[in-house]
């Protein structure tokens, strides 16, 4: 597109801020009265007019004002709107929230998302932390009734899996140990590709169990490997945009329906840095559910030993500079915590 003029800039900065604080159709006159611009409307209208032919607004219907497009708020996200920063007492109180959790982790994603979701007033979903690369801990084998054994899986940074298996026949619990002692020694310390490399001649249950080991660790490598934490989607719902039934049913999924969030994370946040933020705009062209949405994300973590995904999702009409300084204020300030709690245990 072609490049904009220091007052078609402006212009576009002034209708996207008043259209994200008010949700109507900004016209040039309002625009000239609020803002005490020192142009006449007829200029205004006229670069809304061009700033419209190059597809950084549109006009909801005949005699309206303008509204952002999505192209129109990617420019002001990358170009117009800067770096910006939550204020400094905001900060304080949000590290003294998470000094007061202590370091249960568990509570740092619900305060996580909370936090997220009130600073935004948006949704926010945080997934727990987990090793970027899973490896190898401990495997416990208990047998509890007939064919049934519960398989323990610890990996190194803590994250642990159960699972109940059942036997082709009977086995007792000497044997599960015994089993379970051979693996211990032979994997201790090996991540999938180590293990798929591994050349082992195992007995039948040694070799069943030692697949689902495996198949255990691979899905742990994936971004929502554990528990996904949500906040805020009431917020979301409320605001005008979603009084259509159709803009509600799709938030929902994407809020609530897992390989949907597993894919969008996947393809976005696995590609970034941890602490870079990501923001994806009406889908991007690729989500059809997000075409009415955006979403602002980041990883937290230390890359290499265990990292996280958090965000914000919210109507495309959101305040991108206070959602985006919160998301990387809240990773940078989960990374620190992170990286204290599990460094030691890589």
Known sequence: MSELTERQKMILALIIRDYIDSAQPVGSKRLVETYSLKMSPATVRNEMLALSDLGYLRQPHTSAGRVPTEEGYRYFVGQLMGHTELPL????????????????????????????????????????????????????????????????????GGEVSQQMLTLAEPVTQDRLSEAAQLLNALLNG????????????????????????????????????????????????????????????????IFEERPLLEDLLNRTVLSSQAGGVQVVIGGEGTWEELRNFSMVLS???SPGIVTGTLGVLGPIRMPYGRTISTVRFVASLLSELVEDKFADQI
């Open 299 to 301: 990883r937290y973590g």
């Open 89 to 156: 007492e905001t900060k304080r109180t949000i590290v003294h929230q998470f000094y007061q959790a202590g370091m249960d982790v568990d509570r740092w994603m619900r305060l996580a998302a909370s936090v997220l979701a009130h600073q935004s007033q948006a949704a926010s979903l945080v997934t727990a932390p987990h090793s970027e690369r899973a490896i190898f801990k401990h495997l416990e084998l208990i047998g509890t009734r007939g064919r049934q054994v519960l398989m323990v899986l610890v990996l190194s």
């Open 190 to 253: 090996l991540d999938t590709e180590s293990f798929s490399s591994l050349s082992m001649k195992l007995d039948a249950l040694e070799g069943d169990i030692a697949r689902l080991v495996m198949d255990d660790m691979r899905q742990a490598s994936k971004v929502l490997a554990g528990e996904v934490y949500r906040d805020g989607l009431s917020q979301v719902l409320a605001e005008p945009e979603f009084e259509e039934a159709n803009f509600t049913r799709n938030a929902l999924r």
